[in-house]
Each structure stands twice: as structure tokens, then as C-alpha cells.
């Protein structure tokens, strides 16, 4: 393994680019490569056995790619698969989990939401972590239905998502929650239209910067981080297994030289 190799990412679609935009800006000088397992989304609410067998396709796939690290940009495919990947390949893996932890230690009104995929709230490994971190807080748990669907169509500001989000958030509003944890990596996207229907004192947080400090931390301690500055910046390159359209818009807003490409894994 070398130093020069890439840092390999998966989602179950585009919202892993959340995650992505985080490495990139952490360690801009890294070469990254994005898979968007969109013809396959969601995983949420898929069984536990395909989530762990889609994770595999998606691993084996940026191995075949020379990825030096594989961070799994999916709540769902973290809390469901990550245990079994560690214990299949050889490679480090990073995971994203809801962020409990610090909401819980915040919250003043010890009432925290969390928004987030079936998958990723029935997990053993959500448990483990609500039981270890919340036990003494009201954890108002919802789950968002449809919300992957709209995201991976482009409709982050639509009127459907709206009317949907509002129905979908009301046991937040009746229990007055002061955090939302955004236990999805495409929620992200939705931060801004949040924030508007939220009442002003919750706090949003996802789990993206923390995920992309942990990537930097284990190349480091794994002697893979890239030391030297590249000549030139290295193009962040996305494949997706569907019309990468919607994928190309996510990214454009944040990165002019890249390269969206079709991929059938
Ligand atoms: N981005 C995935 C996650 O973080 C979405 C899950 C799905 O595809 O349902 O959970």
C-alpha cells in the first residue's frame, strides 16, 4: 500500500458527497474516488443481508480501484456492515454513525431528535451507542421515509419535499426538541430548508467534519497520509451506476475540475 493511492468513498447514492466535501476540504492535496451506488438506493430499508452484500460490491470495487482506505460515506451501510468488512478485508475502513454523543452531552432540554434511515435506527450498533451516550436523554426518533428518494432525484427544495418534511418533522416539533442529529448522509442537503421549518434554538448537527478528521487520523497513524504537495491538484473523480446528472449538480456547486463518469458495479 502506498501512499499515493486513493482514498475510496461509497454512499448508496449521492449524499455521501456530503462526507466527501469534508475530506476534500481536510485534505485537498488527497486523490479521492466517489462511488454512487444510486441504482441501488435506497438501502434503508432494505434487509440487513443486501445492505452487507452491497457494501461488499461497493468495497471490492474501489480495491479493483487501488483505494488505501475505504470510507463508508452511508449511515446504513456503517451500522449495518462495517463489522463484517473489517473482518473480511484487510483494508482500513471509516465509518459514519449518527452523532448521539455530543447532542446528548449538549442538550439542555434532554430532548434530542434524530432523523434518519430504517436501517441505520434499527442497527444493533445505533442501540449500542443511544445506550451508551443518551441513556438518561428522550430520544425522539424518526424515521425519513422518502427523503433518499427525493434527494436522489435532485429535489432538495421542491414543494413535495417540503410538505413531506413537515409532516415527517411534527413529533419534533410536539416534543420540543433542542438538537436534531442528521443520522443520514444525504440529509445534509436539506440543512437549509431545516433550518427554515425548525424553530430557531435547535441545533442541526451531522456527523460529516468528525468523519473526515477520524480519515486524516488513521492515514496518519497507517503512515498512508500524503505528505508531499502535488504538482498539480489531483481531480476528484465520481462514478455513478445511474445518470450521473444529479450527482454532477451536487458537485459542480462546490468543485469546477472534476470528473463524473458512468460505471456499471
Ligand atoms: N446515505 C445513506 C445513509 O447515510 C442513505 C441510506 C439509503 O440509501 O437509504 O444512510
Redesign the pocket.
Known amino acids: 500500500m502506498s501512499n499515493s493511492q486513493p482514498i475510496g468513498i461509497f454512499?448508496?447514492?449521492v449524499?455521501?458527497t456530503s462526507i466527501w466535501r469534508e475530506i476534500h476540504e481536510l485534505l485537498p492535496n488527497e486523490r479521492t474516488i466517489y462511488l454512487a451506488d444510486s441504482k441501488n438506493?435506497?438501502?434503508?430499508?432494505k434487509p440487513i443481508e443486501e445492505i452487507k452484500h452491497l457494501s461488499r460490491k461497493n468495497t471490492e470495487k474501489l480495491l479493483d480501484m487501488g483505494a488505501k482506505i475505504i470510507v463508508i460515506a452511508?449511515?446504513?451501510a456503517t451500522t449495518n456492515a462495517i463489522k463484517d468488512l473489517r473482518n473480511e478485508y484487510a483494508i482500513p475502513f471509516i465509518g459514519?454513525e449518527p452523532a448521539i454523543k455530543p447532542a446528548a452531552l449538549n442538550s439542555k432540554s434532554k430532548t434530542i431528535g434524530i432523523l434518519?434511515?430504517r436501517?441505520?435506527l434499527t442497527s444493533t450498533l445505533f442501540s449500542q451507542t443511544s445506550d451508551f451516550y443518551a441513556r438518561n436523554i428522550n430520544i425522539v426518533e424518526v424515521e425519513g421515509h422518502g427523503l433518499?428518494e427525493l434527494i436522489e432525484a435532485g429535489e432538495l427544495d421542491s414543494p413535495q419535499m417540503r410538505s413531506h418534511l413537515l409532516k415527517l418533522l411534527e413529533p419534533f416539533f410536539i416534543n420540543k426538541i433542542d438538537y436534531l442529529v442528521l443520522g443520514?448522509?444525504?440529509y445534509p442537503y436539506l440543512i437549509p430548508i431545516l433550518e427554515e421549518l425548525l424553530p430557531k434554538d435547535v441545533v442541526i448537527i451531522d456527523s460529516g467534519e468528525a468523519v473526515a478528521r477520524q480519515t486524516r487520523s488513521i492515514l496518519s497513524e497507517k503512515n498512508l497520509l500524503l505528505k508531499e504537495t502535488l504538482p498539480h491538484k489531483p481531480i476528484p473523480e465520481f462514478f455513478s451506476n445511474t445518470n450521473p446528472k444529479v450527482l454532477e449538480n451536487l458537485i459542480e456547486a462546490v468543485q469546477n475540475g472534476y470528473k463524473v463518469s458512468y460505471l456499471d458495479f
Open positions: 454512499d448508496s447514492g449524499g455521501g438506493a435506497p438501502y434503508g430499508e452511508c449511515n446504513t459514519i434518519a434511515t436501517g441505520t433518499v443520514c448522509s444525504h
